[in-house]
């Protein structure tokens, strides 16, 4: 009876075996696959919407005066313009709360028509309109600390320079005591900052933030770092001499800058402050070698002659200008032959009185670019270019687009993206909810082929690294014609939208 049951079961399990088979063999085949990518994103044959918002802090002084008041607002900023210059605008143009007052009370503050902000390296050079000259030296500090509070949050920069109508004020009558470099200090009360740094002068050494301005490589221009030089001696020669001395020891923070040769060793008698006309200037006078010195370190003489003007005029209250005399030559013009603007046209110096906003075309910043080394990484590298094209999003892609450069900080690198590509192929560029949306022509694609897998990704991650260091941008679509392809050369799938990639780099 068993065995027969035992032969049952069998006969049955062999039955749905065979039924199995039979089921699977007629089944259709199930292929499983993913649906396309579908962006939402805009391409655009032109460039606009590169706006962004984001909540900032306005710092204003609160109404006993004592500390200054963190004021959330929301900001409406352009990735393509420093966020500086809007900050300035909300701050002047704020009418207080509650908590807070406007800043400079009854006095009207307006940023100077000409030149208003100057961004390089770690520093912000505020230039206000005469109106500012209304407010006392205590309202005139808290203003500084006010705009280095608000203008540093963001990390890029450190410092904060006040300059009215061009010129230093100081923070005396006289014009004799230095403001310096602003720094943020959200710690201390407005009356223990007011009291140190309107301390009367004495024999002891003090030390203020001084913004420096060196010559960059390859005659471009000038470039800026502020940190604390130490004053033994704060009369107009002694602080010319410190400032000087600065400048021939080189910077400390800004990467492959020519050397300065020895200024204070070269002048042949004191800096002497000398008031003609209303104008107040500093007399410089250089032995006559020292154009020879200027050659040997690969320093053009009309970048050194901005490199003293600014440094001298940004620090030295009431300073109107610098005369120059090297040997018995004064410098009455100069003709800058490598900057990135004014190239070959002789700038005049009336009275051979050299002011600051004679050298705005000098005045470089540093912008970072990704190209490749030998062993197939992205590395950082800077390059300087004007101030006020430091954030521009085309001019950093035609940036990349021209490859390394011999005056940029770092050497031996690789171009990434391919050779022909031009701005003319660069269609529109427009900025949506944090993702830059790159729209190329159809020339992109065919430069393109014959890339190897390593070379096209090196192409898409130079361009999305570099351009997510940029304000309000933290990725990046790539399209072509107004659609997006598969990939440039078959390799990296371009639907979507790319993060920057940081196991690329070096």
């Known amino acids: 009876m068993s065995k027969r049951f035992l032969r049952l079961i069998c006969l049955f399990c062999i039955c749905l075996m065979l039924c199995g088979c039979a089921s699977r063999q007629e089944s259709p085949a199930v292929s499983v696959t993913l649906p ?3 962006s939402k994103l805009t391409p655009r044959n032109h460039d606009t919407n590169q706006d962004y918002r984001q909540t900032v802090l306005l ?4 109404p006993d ?3 200054l008041v963190a004021v959330p607002e929301n900001a409406h900023f352009t990735a393509s313009r420093h966020a500086a210059e809007v900050l300035c605008e909300m701050l002047f143009s704020h009418k207080g709360t509650d908590d807070a007052v406007p800043l400079g009370g009854s006095v009207s503050l307006r940023l100077s028509e000409t030149d208003p902000i100057e961004v390089s390296g770690n520093v912000a050079t505020v230039n206000l309109t005469a109106s500012a000259l209304r407010l006392s030296h205590a309202q005139l500090h808290t203003l500084g600390q006010a705009l280095a509070n608000t203008l540093c949050q963001f990390g890029n920069l450190d410092y904060v320079n006040i300059l009215i109508a061009g010129v230093q004020p100081g923070l005396d009558i006289a014009a004799t005591l230095p403001a310096g470099s602003f720094q943020p200090n959200t710690r201390e009360d407005l009356s223990a900052l007011w009291a140190r740094a309107s301390a009367p002068q004495s024999g ?8 420096l301005y060196y010559p960059a490589p390859s005659g471009k221009g000038i470039l800026c770092e502020a940190r604390t030089l130490s004053f033994s001696d704060l009369s107009i020669a002694g602080m010319a001499r410190t400032l000087m001395a600065a400048l021939s020891a080189g ?3 800004l990467p492959a ?6 200024l204070n060793g070269m002048l042949l008698s004191d800096p002497v402050l000398e008031e003609t006309g209303g104008m107040r200037r500093l007399m410089l006078h250089f032995d006559e070698n020292l154009n020879t010195r200027l050659i040997d370190a690969g320093i053009t003489r009309s970048v050194m002659v901005s490199s003293l003007v600014c440094t001298l005029t940004t620090f030295i ?3 109107d200008g610098v005369e120059i005399h090297i040997g018995n030559e004064p410098i009455n013009a100069i003709t800058p032959s490598g900057t990135f603007s004014g190239a070959g046209e002789t700038i005049f110096f009336t009275d051979g009185l050299m002011q600051r906003k004679n050298f705005i075309p000098f005045l470089l910043a540093h912008s970072s670019l990704y190209f490749a080394n030998a062993q197939g990484k992205l590395v950082q590298s800077a390059r300087p270019a004007p101030f006020y094209e430091a954030y521009n999003i085309r001019t950093i892609i035609g940036q990349l687009m021209q490859g390394p450069q011999s005056y940029d900080s770092i050497g031996n690198l690789s171009a990434t993206l391919p050779q022909g590509l031009r701005d003319a192929d660069l269609l529109g560029v427009s900025l949506e909810n944090e993702t830059l949306v790159l729209n190329f022509s159809q020339q992109l694609i065919k430069l393109c082929q014959g890339m190897t897998a390593r070379q096209e990704q090196l192409m898409v991650y130079s361009l999305v690294n570099t351009l997510c260091e940029l304000p309000g941008v933290n990725r990046v679509a790539f399209f072509i014609m107004g659609e997006q392809p598969e990939s440039f050369a078959g390799s990296v799938f371009l639907p979507g939208d790319f993060l920057p990639n940081y196991h690329l780099i070096q």
């Open 251 to 253: 910077a400390e923070y």
């Open 204 to 211: 002891a050494r003090r030390a203020f933030a001084a913004t």
């Open 317 to 319: 209250p009431g300073l």
């Open 59 to 62: 710092y204003l002084p609160s």
């Open 65 to 67: 005066g004592t500390r």
């Open 36 to 38: 396309p990518v579908s």
């Open 257 to 262: 800058l020519p050397k300065c040769p020895d």
